[in-house]
């Protein structure tokens, strides 16, 4: 048995190392492909989900619209659907949706963007390890909980105020469901002002300026983008509330503007509808397609405005 010469055996080990090497990173490439494979369809599927629900809601709406005419959805100011004497209009639903809605981010809006600048800006680090989670805790109580809170709590202190408030009234709830969207929007505001480069904030130290002149005129302009991202996630996440108005709102399609008076919602309505025995395929039953397309078209509206404003503040900041 001939032994290898030294070179022999050097080619051999260099050989089984390049081997292993490739073999190596031919597995890594293997590994890396299956991931890539992975995350594409966990993409897939969100998308798939929205296009199909976006294709139940046209071809159900389609079946809706055959019958009654969009003039009359978009103008008639009665929704009884469910009665005898038949109307179709959306404004009752839609006004009712925009005046809770409202209410709602008039309480979230300035209270999560002050409780975001401060948890930033001022809170010591203590502080805001202990707020934040406590904070967010609000978003992960059932909204059930809250509607039976803006029933039975928030209602009757309302009318100590004003006692010719209904029992179901529209005030409430928006109060109760802006407390609620706190901590949306002021989890993701603060996430945008903790991006800032702290050399912004050096800067306006060194010019000067306070901490709060920093904060307000420095900081919140330059994370804006964010924070109207906040914003619109707050809208969506109002106009898409369903329980705490089922509860306390009253159900009632009443064209009002008047946040003191009971109405119903889009998603309210929904609810009422898909709960009940209407047979499928019926007109009666079809509303709740074209109600839904409509909350569906408006959210996004809200959503197409604050992609607007987030590429302005981009390209200005």
């Known amino acids: 048995m001939t032994s290898l010469s030294h070179a022999d055996r050097i080619d051999a080990v260099s050989e089984h190392f390049v081997s292993d090497r490739l073999a190596r990173r031919k597995l890594r490439h293997v590994k890396e492909r299956v991931i890539e494979f992975a995350l594409f369809v966990a ?33 008639d100011t009665q929704w009884t659907p469910l009665f005898d004497d038949a109307h179709y209009g959306i404004l009752p639903l839609l006004s ?45 109580v059932p909204t059930i909980v809250y509607g039976y809170f803006a029933l039975l709590f928030v209602t009757p202190l309302l009318q100590r105020l004003f006692p010719e408030l209904p029992g179901f009234n529209l005030l409430s709830a928006g109060l109760v469901m802006g407390i609620m969207i706190i901590p949306y929007v002021s989890s993701v505001s603060e996430d945008a002002m903790r991006a800032v480069p702290m050399a912004l904030r050096e800067g306006s130290y060194a010019m000067g300026a306070t901490r709060f002149q920093t904060a307000i005129r420095v900081v919140t302009p330059a994370a804006f983008s964010g924070i109207a991202a906040a914003y619109i996630l707050g809208i969506s996440r109002a106009v898409g509330e369903t329980m705490i108005l089922a509860v306390a709102a009253g159900m009632q399609p009443n064209l009002t503007w008047n946040p003191m008076e009971p109405a119903a919602t889009i998603t309210a309505y929904i609810v009422q509808v898909a709960l009940g025995d209407l047979p499928h395929g019926s007109l009666a039953y079809q509303t709740i397609f074209a109600a839904g397309l409509t909350l569906a078209l408006l959210t996004l509206f809200f959503n197409v405005i604050g992609h607007l404003l987030r590429k302005r503040f981009r390209q200005a900041y």
């Open 43 to 75: 993409a897939s599927i969100s998308v798939a989900t929205t296009i199909g629900i976006v294709v139940i809601l046209l071809q159900e709406s389609f079946h809706f619209f055959q019958q009654v005419s969009l003039w009359e959805f978009l103008t």
């Open 96 to 140: 009712g949706t925009m005046v809770s809605s409202t209410v709602a981010l008039l309480v979230a809006i300035p209270l999560g963007t002050t409780i975001a600048i401060y948890l930033s800006e001022f809170a010591p680090f203590s502080v805001r390890e202990v707020a934040k989670p406590f904070l967010e805790m609000l978003g992960g």
